[in-house]
């Protein structure tokens, strides 16, 4: 996608190979479930089923699970205006807006490509930031886009994702007779066997996609610093967001969990230095170290 989004090599190096990595490992644990199951035609429709579903349908589903919805330009005329401006600097094609009434104050992007992409703000995320920080937030957000951040987010879940379903499809088929007539030995010990290697598919894509996810989100704030040229209002939004996320209460925090790795930054309360090494967000302190750099970079205070 053309854009002015200055292009990201390293970004684009470690997208490249954790996907390949992810790949081998998809292509591995399907083969083992063949190879287990003897039911190759199932185990591959069902996941070529469940991938189309979730590539196809990642803006929906997001949306409808945020509980957000597309607004129109009377209705949110500051928010399009940012965006019109913000793209019109990128060069770069115009995604929809929508906005989620949640209090918690948070930004994502979602979407299969820039074509189809949205980005959505929440209530509390605009009732929140003064003009400048909102700027910023929607570059992050729009550097996602530019990216192809999302796409690439989407397709590397699901290869942890669909190592859960299939093998609760290989559990609850076992469990009704799939294998009854092989005795229950050799049941228990096909179960153990697919449930060993689904923990191992899953841990091995869990580190790298977190891993993925940590750099990537660094990219956003570096990107979306150099497009609006005001990396010290990205650096207050972040502050701020931060300090009013540990106020939210714990049940809204588990609830928006799930989409952590789409959002601005993580609904979760600072955790432990080996909780922010599984995290799909960078700690605080690194977020604002980089753009202290980049305000020095452009000779801008910090």
Request: glycine share 6%; aromatic share 8%.
């Amino acid at each position: 996608m053309r854009s002015r989004f200055q292009p990201d090599r390293q970004l684009t190096a470690r997208m490249l190979v954790t996907l390949f990595l992810l790949g081998l490992l998809y292509v591995a644990f399907m083969a083992a479930l063949i190879a287990l199951l003897k039911s190759w035609i199932l185990v591959v429709v069902i996941a070529a089923g469940l991938l189309a579903a979730q590539y196809w349908f990642s803006d929906r589903i997001a949306l409808y699970a945020m509980h957000g919805r597309i607004v129109t330009r009377e209705e949110q005329p500051e928010l399009h205006g940012f965006i019109d401006r913000l793209c019109a600097t990128a060069d770069m094609p115009r995604p929809r807006v929508a906005v989620s009434e949640m209090d918690m104050p948070n930004a994502f992007a979602t979407g299969r490509n820039a074509d189809h992409a949205v980005v959505c703000v929440t209530t509390g995320l605009l009732r929140r930031l003064e003009p400048a920080e909102l700027e910023g937030v929607l570059a992050h957000e729009l550097s996602h886009v530019a990216h192809r951040d999302v796409a690439v987010i989407t397709i590397a879940s699901f290869l942890g994702v669909i190592a859960g379903l299939i093998v609760r499809f290989a559990f609850y088929s076992q469990l009704f007779g799939g294998r009854g007539r092989r005795g229950d030995q050799n049941t228990f010990v096909l179960l153990m066997t697919v449930m060993a290697v689904s923990a191992l598919v899953y841990a091995i894509s869990f580190v790298l996609i977190r891993a993925l996810s940590r750099y990537r989100e660094l990219a956003a704030d570096r990107a979306g610093a150099m497009l609006t040229g005001r990396p010290s209002a990205l650096a207050s939004a972040l502050i701020k967001l931060n300090g009013d996320i540990a106020r939210i209460p714990t049940r809204d925090l588990r609830a928006a969990q799930a989409f952590n790795a789409f959002f601005f930054t993580p609904a979760r309360r600072p955790g432990t230095t080996v909780s922010n090494l599984f995290s799909t967000h960078p700690s605080l302190e690194r977020r604002l170290d980089q753009l202290s750099k980049i305000s020095a970079q452009l000779g801008k205070p910090a």
